[in-house]
């Protein structure tokens, strides 16, 4: 495994071929981002001639080096970083929720939260949010459905999360402005 400032990369030999798997840093939520193959110094000529085989591209296994990209301390290190952040951003939906109900303010941070978490992975990540806000699975789905309706959030067909809209970034940025002015 080598790491540079901005990822790391599994790196495995295929008979003639040495290739290289590319995760940038942080949480691993998926296969490599990029995926290079070269020809291994000790590559016999008529092999490397003949180019990239496609039982070189069955043989690659992917599964492995995902195993190791997760172990790794750059992945390690940014979702314990990660875990800390969502914990507090839940917490404070949680906190909007008991004092203000389903306001403006509790589906931002609800959104935010519930964003981060399906953008790295994060297995189930409606019960998680329940659990940080003291709610049930049931009513984080019926918040998320309203944030969606009433302009917070926008659907990823087939998959878990969505894209913050505009509305959601202005009300993160007065809440950000709000919170260094009162501190």
Known sequence: ???D???FEITQKQGAWVVHMWWPVGPISGGPQRITIEPAE???????????????LRRLDVVAALELAKQAPEAQR????LSGKVNEMGEAAGLALEGEGVSERYLTLLVATYTVMADFGAPAPIPWLARLIGRRPETVKDHLKRARR???LTTVAGKAG???????????????????QGG
């Not at 940014?78 to 970083?81: A, F, G, N």
């Open 162 to 180: 969505g894209e913050l809209t505009d509305k959601v970034k202005a009300i993160l940025e007065e809440m950000t402005e709000a919170g260094s």
């Open 42 to 56: 000790d590559a016999p000529a008529r092999e490397v001639a003949r180019g990239i085989s496609t039982t070189v």
């Open 78 to 81: 940014t979702l314990e970083e």
């Open 1 to 3: 495994m080598e790491a």
């Open 5 to 7: 400032g901005s990822g």
């Open 150 to 152: 009433d302009g917070f």
